[in-house]
């Protein structure tokens, strides 16, 4: 099993930034992916950020390439996500995510372990 445990959210105004993170603890040595989805009031999961604990190499969902960056500390088991030039679109709450799927699929489905979730609200 594996433990998420994210920090970071908060309220910012159009055009800040915040920095989420997620510390993972348990049984890390399986895991493949890392990474961040996010869900809005009356709307799907959706994939936001992954990496490869391993190797280091990230994706990106398109609304958010450019302006997010997921980065890690493998020392501190702890991935981050730091958010610029946030947009109302980006208000959700974030979940901190981590699996097994060595594939770059930001899915739902491939992810085995999800953390309880930050709030993120960002006004215009």
């Known amino acids: 099993q594996v433990q998420l445990a994210e920090s970071g959210g908060g309220s910012v105004q159009a055009g800040g930034s915040l920095r989420l993170s997620c510390a993972a603890s348990g049984y890390t040595s399986g895991v493949s992916r890392m990474g961040w989805f996010r869900q809005a009031p009356g709307k799907e999961r959706e994939g936001v950020a992954a990496?490869?604990?391993?190797?280091?190499?990230?994706r990106y969902a398109a609304s958010v390439k450019g302006r997010f960056t997921i980065s890690q500390d493998n020392t501190k088991n702890t991935v981050y996500l730091q958010m610029n030039s946030l947009k109302p679109e980006d208000t959700a709450m974030y979940y901190c995510?981590?699996?097994?799927?060595?594939?770059?699929?930001?899915?739902?489905?491939?992810?085995?372990?999800w953390g309880q979730g930050t709030q993120v609200t960002v006004s215009s």
């Open positions: 995510v981590a699996g097994r799927d060595p594939t770059w699929v930001l899915a739902p489905s491939r992810y085995d372990y």
């Open positions: 990496i490869s604990p391993l190797y280091g190499t990230t």
